[in-house]
Nanobody, 114 residues
Framework: VQLQASGGGLVQPGGSLRLTCAAS????????MGWYCQAPGKECELVAE???????HYENSVKGRFTISRDNTKNTVYLQMNSLNPADTGVYYC?????????WGQGTLVTVSS
């Protein structure tokens, strides 16, 4: 199983980024897909997740700014991040979960700074 995350980078406050996670080696459509963030000096925390039937959950601080979506025809999950602020800085990891199977991608760095 491989989860290839991309789309991170340096962006100014108020800017936008779109993260992409391309999955392979698994039956993508049955997995709950999530994006997690590990901010500097902090634990990795759930940012957003989307279930296999497109149920969605967001961490409170990103509600109204981030949008998670999935395309089962492309085995891909996206995270559209708008109105970014410095508190959003961190390494973003893609996760695929179908208990007991649980897989992680390699992470993509997002830096929000002026």
């Amino acid at each position: 199983v491989q989860l290839q995350a991309s789309g991170g980078g340096l962006v100014q406050p108020g800017g936008s980024l779109r993260l992409t996670c391309a999955a392979s080696g698994l039956i993508f459509s049955i997995y709950r897909m999530g994006w997690y963030c590990q901010a500097p000096g902090k634990e990795c925390e759930l940012v957003a997740e989307i279930t296999n039937d497109h149920g969605i959950h967001y961490e409170n601080s990103v509600k109204g700014r981030f949008t998670i979506s999935r395309d089962n025809t492309k085995n891909t999950v996206y995270l559209q991040m708008n109105s970014l602020n410095p508190a959003d800085t961190g390494v973003y990891y893609c996760n695929a979960n179908f208990d007991p199977r649980n897989y992680w991608g390699q992470g993509t760095l997002v830096t929000v700074s002026s």
